[in-house]
């Protein structure tokens, strides 16, 4: 009984994301945009992915690559604010955090796929 529970609980922890992505966007976007506001599903679905990336990683591998993704992701920000400085001659904060926000769901959502795809390979053999 214990395998099958450690099995549901992997593959929600696998396919929430997906499932939050397909069913709940269009409801929160309009929620927010109700509000006036510009927050996206995606955007409050960052600090889940960043501890699954830490989970999965930690079962995967033994060890956590959280850090090194956190490295990963400072420098991102200083390309990206370096890039703007350089393209516009001048650096937004508005325009700055969301774009750099957006990047880091994109890139959170790679390497948590990556992680599950490693964490089925590792399963299996």
Request: aromatic share 20%.
């Amino acid at each position: 009984m214990e395998a099958t529970t450690f099995t549901i609980v992997m593959i929600i922890l696998y396919l929430l994301p997906l499932l939050l992505l397909v069913l709940f966007n269009k409801s929160v976007n309009r929620h927010f945009r109700r509000q006036n506001k510009s927050i996206k599903l995606p955007d409050l679905m960052v600090p889940y992915l960043l501890l699954g990336i830490h989970i999965l990683s930690s079962l995967t591998f033994g060890q956590s690559i959280f850090p090194y993704f956190l490295i990963f992701i400072l420098g991102l920000g200083m390309f990206i604010v370096m890039a703007l400085a350089y393209k516009k001659g001048e650096i937004i904060y508005g325009r700055f955090w969301k774009t750099y926000w957006r990047f880091i769901f994109l890139f959170s959502i790679l390497t948590y796929y990556f992680l599950v795809g490693a964490n089925i390979f590792t399963q299996f053999t």
